[in-house]
């Protein structure tokens, strides 16, 4: 019995480039869906990627611009693997094409990327001896190559689901040319449509304008199901689109393949102890010795916080420094950032940590896996201080390796913990986004606690500014494995392959539906 295929349409995967979380999750999803007996290829613009110097299939057209002028391009396609998923890159084949798909900036350019892709999609869909089970794209920016496979599978009479997951909603929104024929090959024909105000027929040209040319709205009108990677960012996608049915989202929560015992394994290698409190500045003088480009010290700090991401404003880092004047003295604050190109609010940050020297580090770099997983292990809390965050894949990260967390109380990133101020089984503390204040005593509270359980030293809880902290220690005293427990549960790629599965049937149904019509 053959496998069944899904091409994955993505601008991120693990191996090949990534820019944020959606490359590890878009990888995720691959070994999940292989691990119940699906094939997937990925479908992915070069970014400047060469496996090989010369393609195996190489297309040449032309697309008109608003000025009626013609513009020629030429891609073309190598397939290579990554962990046994086969991946279909794409690059242009002259010095136009080449110029947008194989820019090592992910995103940089990324309307004429998107749209140099989706003709890409279409070329190399033509020529497959078989079509695929599912389309699945991932943001916006393969929407409209998800679109390109849903009508070409649809006008071959095949019922094939297309999947669009909105991993954050991002897109911009274009005049119809843009998508249409001339430019990116979209076709403007009658189909039928299922949106919030019931199932009707229109052209692809009227559903693009009748949602603003907003490429999100578009591709959560056109898919079969729409996912959202919570429930609480589902909720704010509806609301905020105003086009999708209740019933057409489906949730896939993102996994993580950090390992407790794996690392707890390599620190006791490398390191000789077990002991967190004895590994803590350890494992700090290797990160430290190996960053260029960090701002900072954490000079006689006991405790540690530690934080990742990209150094963004949605991200809350401004708010974790300032938190450092409500928080215990002996509490240090490490940010492993990644530059985004946000130089202003990196100055400010730089700011911040002249501000508060001695106990804050802020890294514009990234660091090797082994160092950051055993960081965050070290660490007596990890903060996640977000101002919005569909889903909060570095909180679910912390808690795989045993490390609590204090989040935002925001939608998406509230369902990856289990508050420990209700449930004695509880894995972190909630706060207000951009409240420094409330965030500082958490953070205390959960460090003092956790060295209370790694010192072996019960009294050491009684330091916890939070009473809900403070006189619970015997109740709470397995946070770190609870936490660690919760992951396993909930978040490992068996939970994310269920998921997909389900939503998959969905689409079916609909996809059915539709192509009945």
Same mark, same amino acid.
Request: with cysteine; proline share 4%.
């Given at each position: 019995?053959?496998?069944?295929?899904?091409?994955?349409?993505?601008?991120?995967?693990?191996?090949?480039?990534?820019?944020?979380?959606?490359?590890?999750?878009?990888?995720?999803?691959?070994?999940?869906?292989?691990?119940?007996?699906?094939?997937?290829?990925?479908?992915?613009?070069?970014?400047?990627?060469?496996?090989?110097?010369?393609?195996?299939?190489?297309?040449?057209?032309?697309?008109?611009?608003?000025?009626?002028?013609?513009?020629?391009?030429?891609?073309?396609?190598?397939?290579?693997?990554?962990?046994?998923?086969?991946?279909?890159?794409?690059?242009?084949?002259?010095?136009?094409?080449?110029?947008?798909?194989?820019?090592?900036?992910?995103?940089?350019?990324?309307?004429?990327?998107?749209?140099?892709?989706?003709?890409?999609?279409?070329?190399?869909?033509?020529?497959?001896?078989?079509?695929?089970?599912?389309?699945?794209?991932?943001?916006?920016?393969?929407?409209?190559?998800?679109?390109?496979?849903?009508?070409?599978?649809?006008?071959?009479?095949?019922?094939?689901?297309?999947?669009?997951?909105?991993?954050?909603?991002?897109?911009?929104?274009?005049?119809?040319?843009?998508?249409?024929?001339?430019?990116s090959g979209l076709r403007s024909v009658l189909h039928r449509v299922a949106s919030a105000q019931g199932v009707y027929t229109?052209?692809?040209?009227d559903a693009w304008d009748s949602v603003g040319g907003s490429v999100d709205a578009f591709a959560a009108l056109e898919s079969?199901?729409?996912?959202?990677?919570?429930?609480?960012?589902?909720?704010?996608?509806?609301?905020?689109?105003?086009?999708?049915?209740?019933?057409?989202?489906?949730?896939?929560?993102? %996994?993580? !393949?950090?390992?407790?015992?794996? &690392?707890? #394994?390599?620190? =006791?290698? @490398?390191?000789?102890? /077990?002991?967190?409190?004895?590994?803590?500045?350890?494992?700090?003088?290797?990160?430290?010795?190996?960053?260029?480009?960090?701002?900072? %010290?954490? !000079?006689?700090?006991?405790?540690? &916080?530690? #934080?990742?991401? =990209?150094? @963004?404003?949605?991200? /809350?880092?401004?708010?974790?420094?300032?938190?450092?004047?409500h928080a215990d003295p002996q509490v240090g604050v490490l940010i492993l950032g990644l530059s985004s190109g946000d130089t202003?609010?990196?100055?400010?940050?730089?700011?911040?940590?002249?501000?508060?020297? /001695?106990?804050?580090?802020?890294?514009?770099?990234?660091?090797?896996?082994?160092?950051?997983?055993?960081?965050?292990?070290?660490?007596?809390?990890?903060?996640?201080?977000?101002?919005?965050?569909?889903?909060?894949?570095?909180?679910?990260?912390?808690?795989?390796?045993?490390?609590?967390?204090?989040?935002?109380?925001?939608?998406?990133?509230?369902?990856?913990?289990?508050?420990?101020?209700?449930?004695?089984?509880?894995?972190?503390?909630?706060?207000?986004?951009?409240?420094?204040?409330?965030?500082?005593?958490?953070?205390?509270?959960?460090?003092?606690?956790?060295?209370?359980?790694?010192?072996?030293?019960?009294?050491?809880?009684?330091?916890?500014?939070?009473?809900?902290?403070?006189?619970?220690?015997?109740?709470?005293?397995?946070?770190?494995?609870?936490?660690?427990?919760?992951?396993?549960?909930?978040?490992?790629?068996?939970?994310?392959?269920?998921?997909?599965?389900?939503?998959?049937?969905?689409?079916?149904?609909?996809?059915?539906?539709?192509?009945?019509?």
């Amino acid at each position: 019995m053959s496998k069944k295929v899904v091409w994955m349409l993505s601008f991120e995967y693990e191996g090949v480039v990534k820019a944020g979380g959606l490359g590890a999750a878009v990888a995720r999803y691959c070994r999940a869906l292989a691990a119940r007996g699906f094939s997937a290829t990925v479908l992915i613009p070069s970014h400047g990627v060469r496996r090989q110097q010369r393609v195996e299939s190489a297309w040449s057209g032309e697309r008109r611009g608003v000025d009626g002028n013609t513009y020629p391009y030429s891609v073309g396609a190598e397939t290579y693997t990554v962990d046994g998923v086969r991946i279909v890159s794409f690059r242009g084949l002259d010095q136009h094409t080449s110029r947008f798909l194989d820019s090592p900036e992910v995103y940089r350019d990324p309307a004429e990327k998107a749209s140099l892709y989706t003709r890409a999609v279409m070329h190399w869909a033509a020529e497959q001896p078989q079509l695929p089970d599912v389309v699945h794209s991932n943001d916006w920016t393969t929407a409209l190559a998800g679109m390109a496979l849903k009508m070409f599978t649809s006008e071959r009479g095949a019922a094939t689901p297309w999947v669009h997951t909105i991993h954050l909603l991002s897109s911009p929104s274009f005049p119809w040319h843009y998508a249409s024929e001339q430019w990116s090959g979209l076709r403007s024909v009658l189909h039928r449509v299922a949106s919030a105000q019931g199932v009707y027929t229109t052209w692809v040209s009227d559903a693009w304008d009748s949602v603003g040319g907003s490429v999100d709205a578009f591709a959560a009108l056109e898919s079969d199901v729409l996912v959202s990677v919570s429930h609480g960012y589902a909720e704010g996608v509806v609301s905020r689109l105003g086009v999708v049915p209740r019933e057409k989202v489906c949730v896939v929560y993102n %996994s993580t !393949d950090w390992e407790l015992s794996r &690392v707890d #394994s390599w620190v =006791r290698s @490398v390191y000789g102890t /077990g002991s967190r409190s004895a590994l803590r500045p350890l494992v700090l003088r290797s990160l430290l010795a190996g960053l260029k480009s960090a701002e900072g %010290s954490l !000079d006689g700090c006991s405790l540690l &916080v530690v #934080s990742h991401g =990209r150094l @963004v404003w949605q991200k /809350g880092f401004d708010t974790l420094l300032n938190a450092l004047e409500h928080a215990d003295p002996q509490v240090g604050v490490l940010i492993l950032g990644l530059s985004s190109g946000d130089t202003a609010h990196e100055e400010y940050l730089k700011h911040l940590t002249q501000r508060y020297f /001695g106990r804050a580090v802020v890294a514009r770099e990234p660091v090797s896996p082994q160092l950051l997983q055993a960081v965050v292990y070290v660490a007596n809390a990890a903060a996640v201080p977000s101002r919005y965050e569909p889903f909060g894949i570095s909180s679910i990260e912390a808690q795989a390796l045993g490390t609590p967390v204090v989040v935002s109380n925001v939608p998406g990133l509230s369902e990856t913990v289990k508050n420990m101020e209700v449930d004695e089984r509880g894995t972190a503390l909630l706060v207000n986004p951009d409240d420094p204040r409330n965030l500082g005593q958490a953070l205390t509270s959960v460090a003092w606690l956790t060295e209370a359980v790694d010192a072996n030293q019960p009294a050491l809880a009684g330091r916890a500014p939070l009473e809900s902290v403070r006189r619970r220690f015997d109740r709470l005293r397995d946070v770190r494995m609870n936490a660690a427990s919760w992951v396993d549960e909930n978040f490992r790629e068996r939970n994310t392959g269920e998921m997909l599965l389900h939503c998959y049937a969905k689409a079916l149904q609909a996809a059915l539906l539709r192509q009945s019509k």
